[in-house]
């Protein structure tokens, strides 16, 4: 991470008055209620030219997967089209004041996650995108989910309205509460689902509450025991993945003898050097494990088509497991607006920036640089395939449901953005006031309008021909 992009260099030698001070300054210049508004910029790309850009660097046979996932709902599209709202982004008012960003967050990437000790906590999930950059854009990226879900269920613009003051409100407190805190408490604080029932348990009524301890049941069986028990199978006396094409699909039988030996000596290449990257006693404990099998995963909505492994490790014998993924990383989708990564490759730029905006990430968290059978050498991150991960169902919820959800998502938000940003002039910036909350409702709105008219676009371009969609 590019540390002049850290509040680090930009606040040490300052007072939290001089800070407060540089919050209130950017207010006066942008104020808070300018970002109610939301219109597309007159040279606006056509969106579906962003995505097929997107698509050109991908695995073709993939790709048409890809198009039926966005296709099936504006909410899909939505999480698939990143890049097309980072282009948007860039034309909206900021205040000047940078954080590390997700680049993509929207509300179903916040879930239940295991930390090393072994303890389920809340946070952010997905960072393919992650770069620093203005805090405003993941904020209005999760506000905008809220409402694009908020329509799918039938909620009035009133109660929609209601979901996103909550979730933007809770980001603001939040924020002021952090800049009041050392820097070391910030950094230590964690969400865990034990203190978050402490929290929520008393405010929530009886059937949230006893929602809320379902899903930390379903989290915690969704573990590695519980993945292998699903993906694998005993063939001749051999644990191997089992396939589910086009969606996994072994290296055995996705390549020919020919290439398949390459492949899998690259891939075995990965997991030795890639353990380089991690602390010292985690790299020892990857060493204990021998890889079982391989195959390509296809993945998520927007990350369909970029090349996805799993693989099968095994420990002390074949009821021993490790499943990991090892996921490509290519350029953000933040880089053509906030400015280039700043690490040597895309691997370490996405576990960079995990590592620093969530409060604990997985042990088997790192990087490598392979060669695919194309001869054209490509980035990925690896980290374990499941491990007691919780996700929440939007189409569920009601809309006081959402809302506390909301408040749960712009709280973490804010604890991540707070570990690398300005939190004091973040919260200058804000105020105690809710008028940055009801500018965001208001934005919110207009974008879920722009989203779903290049919903339609892309629809469109399948009926048309330009581009194939296929179920799956």
Known sequence: ????????????????????????????????????????????PDPVDIIEKQSARRVPELVPIRYGRMSESPFRFYRGAAAIMASDLADTPRSGIRVQCCGDAHMLNFRLLASPERRLMFDINDFDETLPGPWEWDVK?????????????????????????????SYRERMRSFAGMGNLEVWYTSDSAESLTEQWGPIVGAGQLERWNRAQEKAYAHDTLQVFDKLTRVVDGKRLITPDPP????????????????????????????????????????????????????????????????????????????????????????APYAGASAFRTQGERVVAGQRLMQATSDIFLGWERVQGIDGKRRDFYVRQLRDWKGIAIAEDMSPKRMANFGRLCGATLARAHARSGDRIAIAAYLGSSDVFDRALADFAELYADQNEKDHQALLDAVEAGRVRAEAA
């Not at 905008?144 to 979730?167: C, D, Y």
């Not at 195959?295 to 693989?311: D, E, L, P, Q």
Request: glycine share 10%; proline share 4%.
């Open 141 to 169: 990226r999760l506000s905008a989910s809220f409402v694009i879900a908020g329509r799918a269920n039938g909620f009035s613009a009133k109660e929609r309205a209601t979901v996103v003051r909550a979730a933007v409100g």
């Open 1 to 44: 991470m590019n540390e002049n992009h850290l509040s680090g260099d930009e606040t040490r030698n300052l007072t939290p008055q001089e800070r407060a001070a540089r919050g209130k300054a950017a207010r006066a210049e942008v104020p808070r209620s300018s970002h109610a508004g939301y219109a597309p910029s007159p040279n606006r």
């Open 247 to 334: 969606l996994l699909v072994r290296l055995h039988d996705l390549l020919e003898p020919a290439e398949r030996g390459p492949m899998e000596k690259e891939i075995s290449r990965l997991i030795e050097h890639y353990g380089k990257t991690l602390q010292t006693d985690r790299r020892f404990l990857l060493k204990g494990y021998r890889i079982g099998d391989i195959a390509r995963k296809v993945v998520g909505v927007g990350s369909v088509g970029t090349r996805c492994w799993v693989i099968l490790l095994l420990g002390k014998d074949d009821g021993d497991p490790l499943l990991l993924q090892a996921k490509e990383a290519d350029q953000s989708v933040l």
